[in-house]
């Protein structure tokens, strides 16, 4: 790539006039960067049509339109009852003398916007326009111009995915400055690569919402581009594994620990979990490095498999470093493994963030020694203090929470160690090769002998008391229950039932009710945590946002309660849903809905009613929503895509992956993998 275009496709954002350093951080928070780059691969979602309506009257009441209006009069707001202001009202009219009403609810900028409309002046305004107490209204217009100023309106406006503090305007002002300055950039680049930049400008200067759908000329081809890119870092990964110079010399045995390992069992294994342990012991055993995903539903026990290839690597005395996503997910890890690692002979420690002082120290010293084989933790594993005397097996425990630096990192605290990677969120086999492309996949499909599939209903918002009465004799009679809501505060814009309104009021019904959400301080969370998790608190009822989702194991905990629950997607739920069951009793999953939900909606939660085979959820879900939403921000290890679309894009897929395998990377392809970021050393 040529260094002028590199160097101005990584500029800060706040370089661009008009942004600076705040407006920077925010478009960081949208975009998951804040360079010119992160910038073109934000395309706009939908176009928005302003043409010129001459008189009001020809508008349907919701559109947005833009219109010529003469202002006739001022009428400033005041205040009424209790401090309350009334909206700033400037009475218009439009060509044919239909009077429209402009309305201000802000007063802060009030002289502003009094002098953009004089009395007696003709501006052209373009918004939203509605049905006010009788009279058409705009509230609040989007632009604002003099008559000769017309142009300065676009009758085509790219509308982008936003947030907080940045407007339409904004997005427009720094695509324009981009794209003037971008041609002086692509002198004496290639073809390729001009090419590839005036798709981009294509889908940032949209005509129609036809030009932004996955099939749209200059959307297919990035599409492949991006595609193209992914394929060939996970060829590049795979043949950098199978490289001579990474190859192994297999460990031999040295000790007899997995016959150990089968008698301390308690249950006999399911021939899933036979199947998969074979598998990766095969691996173990080859002179490349094992890069393997194990898929399993929640409850399938992916953890039991995971400590059976720590023993056996324990058989040839290196170590394996067990890697979770929160400290209550690796003590839970640990107080699982603990026991049965010391019936084995097996030291299983574990280290986070919080083992400080002369407790740490022996712990490093305990693995620098080698004497500790199987340690779990959080990020704490790949601090630079933390030496280990031989990591031959690296276990990541929710995949998809942790980046390629992060696995990286770990990897690097070994010589070429095997790596196994859990999850628990289940995706489509077809699409998990084209995400993990450089693993080998199993799937663990098959619950353990003795567990009862989840009942799962759905009720409406109204049936909430009947639930309340309902489950009260099974709290009474020991049963402990979840009740998921998805707020934490009531909100002014939302009808959704906040966390913090559920719990005060099964405060007055129940006695010892627990709260936990994302903005308590992480000691105070874990704690009420653990007091639910402990069979003698005497807490039954632990009102949650989804941070329960992952990393908490109440076996006596047989309800879940989702209100809402078609504002989630059918992962979560699925995720959710997964807190129960997990014993050997009957569970139940109450799924609650409001009275607006939508047919989609309503669809996502028969499908949770009609199974629980994570699997066919994920497929379900796909269908639906397609790649982009079912992978989602949380799953930061999962690649996300910019343009492409799995249902519309599958020839695609295979024509990338094709291309990909069939040969070396060449210059242009190497640029592409910077572009998408595809997590290789690829050079600029």
Not at 335 to 359: H, N, Q, W, Y
Request: aromatic content about 8%; glycine content about 8%.
């Amino acid at each position: 790539m040529k260094r002028e275009l590199f160097d101005f496709i990584n500029t800060d954002l706040q370089f661009i006039r008009g942004v600076g350093p705040v407006l920077a951080t925010r478009f960081n928070d949208v975009l998951g960067g804040r360079r010119v780059l992160d910038f073109l691969l934000h395309i706009p979602h939908s176009v928005r049509n302003r043409g010129i309506t001459e008189c009001v009257m020809d508008a349907m009441y919701g559109d947005t339109i833009t219109i010529p209006l003469l202002v006739k009069s001022h009428k400033v707001g005041g205040t009424f009852g209790r401090g309350r202001r009334r909206p700033t009202q400037i009475t218009c009219a439009d060509k044919t003398g239909q009077l429209v009403v402009i309305q201000f609810f802000n007063s802060t900028y009030l002289d502003y916007w009094l002098k953009k409309l004089p009395i007696g002046a003709w501006r052209i305004v373009s918004g939203k326009i509605e049905m006010v107490t009788g009279r058409p209204t705009m509230s609040h217009p989007d632009f604002i111009e003099e008559m000769e100023n017309a142009d300065k309106i676009p009758t085509n406006q790219a509308i982008y995915p936003s947030g907080e503090g940045l407007t339409q305007k904004t997005f427009a002002n720094v695509r324009d400055q981009i794209f003037v300055a971008l041609p002086e950039k692509l002198n004496g680049v290639d073809n390729q690569t001009r090419e590839f930049f005036d798709a981009l400008r294509r889908v940032h200067f949209p005509e129609s919402n036809d030009d932004l759908s996955p099939n749209a000329a200059y959307i297919a081809k990035l599409a492949y581009w991006e595609l193209l890119a992914h394929q060939s870092a996970i060829a590049i990964s795979r043949k950098q594994r199978m490289d001579e110079k990474n190859r192994r010399v297999v460990r031999p045995k040295k000790y007899d620990l997995l016959q150990k390992f089968r008698e301390t069992l308690p249950f006999e294994l399911t021939g899933a979990q036979n199947r998969t342990i074979n598998e990766i012991f095969a691996d173990m055993a080859a002179d490349t490095p094992m890069m393997r995903l194990v898929q399993g539903d929640v409850g399938s026990g992916k953890t039991i498999v995971a400590l059976a290839a720590a023993v056996k690597m324990a058989e040839s005395g290196a170590q394996t470093a067990l890697l979770a996503p929160t400290d209550t997910l690796a003590v839970q890890h640990f107080a699982k493994l603990k026991p049965m690692c010391d019936k084995i002979g097996i030291v299983c420690d574990i280290l986070t963030g919080r083992d400080k002082g002369v407790a740490r120290r022996e712990k490093l010293t305990s693995l620098r020694s080698g004497r500790t084989r199987l340690v779990v933790g959080t990020h704490a594993l790949f601090s630079v203090d933390v030496e280990y005397r031989d990591l031959g097996l690296v276990i990541i425990d929710e995949q998809h929470r942790f980046g390629v630096v992060q696995r990286e990192a770990l990897r690097a605290k070994g010589n070429n160690p095997d790596l196994l990677a859990l999850s628990a969120t289940p995706i489509p086999r077809t699409l998990s090769m084209t995400i993990y492309g450089d693993m080998d996949v199993s799937i663990i499909n098959e619950k353990p002998a003795g567990r009862l599939p989840i009942k799962t209903t759905k009720i409406p918002m109204a049936r909430v008391g009947d639930l309340v009465a309902h489950i009260r004799p099974q709290i009474e009679s020991g049963a402990k229950v979840f009740w998921v809501c998805p707020l934490v505060d009531e909100s002014e814009v939302s009808d959704m039932t906040a966390v913090q309104t559920r719990f005060d009021a099964l405060k007055k019904v129940f006695t010892n009710v627990g709260l936990v959400h994302g903005q308590m301080d992480k000691k105070s969370r874990d704690a009420v945590m653990a007091q639910f998790a402990d069979d003698n608190s005497g807490m039954n009822i632990l009102v949650a946002t989804t941070v329960i989702e992952v990393g908490i194991d109440v076996p006596r905990a047989t309800i879940i309660v989702i209100e809402n629950a078609e504002r989630f997607g059918l992962a979560a739920l699925h995720q959710l849903r997964g807190r129960v069951g997990r014993g050997n009793t009957q569970s139940y999953c109450v799924l609650i809905y409001g009275d607006n939900i939508s047919p989609d909606g309503l669809k996502r939660l028969n499908v949770l009613c009609e199974t629980d085979d994570g699997f066919a959820i994920a497929e379900q879900d796909l269908m639906m929503r397609g790649v982009g939403e079912l992978l989602g921000t949380k799953q930061s290890g999962w690649i996300q895509y910019h343009f492409v679309d799995y249902r519309e894009h599958r020839d695609l897929f295979r024509l990338a992956s094709r291309a990909a395998r069939d040969g070396e990377p060449d210059t242009w392809t190497r640029d592409l993998m910077y572009i998408f970021d595809c997590g290789v050393n690829v050079g600029a």
